[in-house]
């Protein structure tokens, strides 16, 4: 496959808030846990990688570059007309085109397909194959052939294609067949409804007609068990975040990605960075800096006689850095998510007593 603008280097992927987060936190994760959570330890560290994960991120790199290709092939394959087939055999995916359009539906499917690429390869894989058989259907000559033969026969009974759709709507009933029937007879010249006696002919024209509606709606189920299958797989996409960015949608618009929220530790760098403030050895620098900004905000030159403001300032920093030891506060997934857990662990909670009474102006 050709991979054009998708062969990026690991730089430009890291560089990339989003390609950082799918890359490191669902691809490397995915391949292989624990190197991947030894090589985001080492980069948030600044530590020199090995020669084994160097190895690892060159063939992982490789491998994601091509599934985003894939990704993008299916993105530019599947439309608006995709989405519709499935919400009418989904009320899930139906559900959402009432909430938000067909359109912006159709790129949420987009997003949701991004996600299955990349975290659940299986599931993506048979999405694929689904999207893949629904086009041969219709490119199958038999298909083709048989689409072309139905105009050509309506156009010998003088009938819309419009009229057609209205008189199939019942489906494979016989009200349809005597739906055809009856509009096969209001075609007809004055010459031929005299002949026509208790619908002989157009009753013939009219089996004929349905048997070849029948024809289509054979390729048109198999091509709707293909669509209820994909519906059925993006469904599980559907979490509470995804639901939650859509209510947010229908109320203020914009983008229908879930912003990045406060918290939210995405990429190594946010790592680094909740690594450092939740490090106990680093608390007595954190505690000066906090206090210099603290007195040049207040404009106090000498705190040594406000006992009462020390216990505040005190007091305050204590809070925070005893917030900041809730693991919950924190947002993240993947191989982020399992070393915040594990710093968490090895941490252990400290009391803001215990923290405040580190501390010393």
């Not at 691809?27 to 994960?53: C, G, M, N, S």
Request: net charge neutral; proline share 2%; aromatic share 8%.
């Amino acid at each position: 496959m050709e991979l054009g603008a998708n062969d990026r280097t690991l730089q430009q992927i890291l560089q990339d808030e989003h390609e950082h987060d799918l890359f490191v936190n669902r691809f490397l994760y995915d391949r292989d846990p624990d190197q991947a959570k030894e090589i985001v330890d080492a980069l948030a560290d600044r530590t020199l990688l090995t020669a084994k994960h160097e190895k690892f991120l060159e063939k992982t790199r490789v491998e994601y570059n091509r599934r985003r290709a894939e990704v993008q092939k299916v993105q530019e394959m599947f439309d608006e007309e995709h989405i519709k087939r499935i919400a009418e055999v989904d009320p899930r995916i139906q559900e959402i085109i009432g909430q938000i359009g067909a359109q912006k539906a159709t790129e949420l499917i987009d997003e949701q397909f991004e996600e299955l690429a990349i975290a659940d390869g299986k599931t993506f894989d048979k999405i694929v194959k689904s999207l893949q058989s629904i086009k041969e259907i219709h490119g199958a000559e038999i298909t083709i052939g048989l689409d072309r033969h139905v105009k050509e026969t309506l156009q010998q009974y003088g009938i819309s294609e419009t009229k057609y759709f209205e008189a199939t709507k019942p489906g494979e009933t016989f009200e349809t067949q005597r739906n055809l029937s009856k509009l096969v007879a209001e075609q007809y010249p004055w010459y031929k409804k005299a002949i026509d006696f208790g619908g002989w002919l157009s009753g013939r024209a009219g089996e004929k007609l349905y048997s070849n509606f029948e024809d289509q709606m054979t390729f048109l189920k198999e091509c709707d068990k293909h669509f209820g299958a994909i519906g059925k797989m993006l469904q599980g996409t559907l979490n509470g975040d995804v639901r939650l960015a859509i209510q947010k949608y229908m109320l203020e618009g914009g983008s229908i990605r879930e912003k990045s929220k406060e918290d939210t530790i995405r990429t190594i760098e946010d790592y680094r960075s909740v690594k450092a403030a939740l490090d106990p050895a680093g608390r007595p620098q954190r505690w000066e800096e906090y206090k210099k900004a603290e007195l040049q905000r207040r404009n106090i030159k000498d705190i040594s006689k406000q006992p009462a403001l020390q216990e505040q300032i005190k007091e305050t920093f204590a809070n925070r850095e005893f917030k900041s030891q809730n693991q919950n506060r924190y947002k993240a997934s993947g191989v982020i998510a399992a070393l915040i857990a594990l710093l968490f662990a090895a941490l252990g909670p400290a009391t803001k007593k215990d923290i405040k009474n580190s501390l010393a102006f």
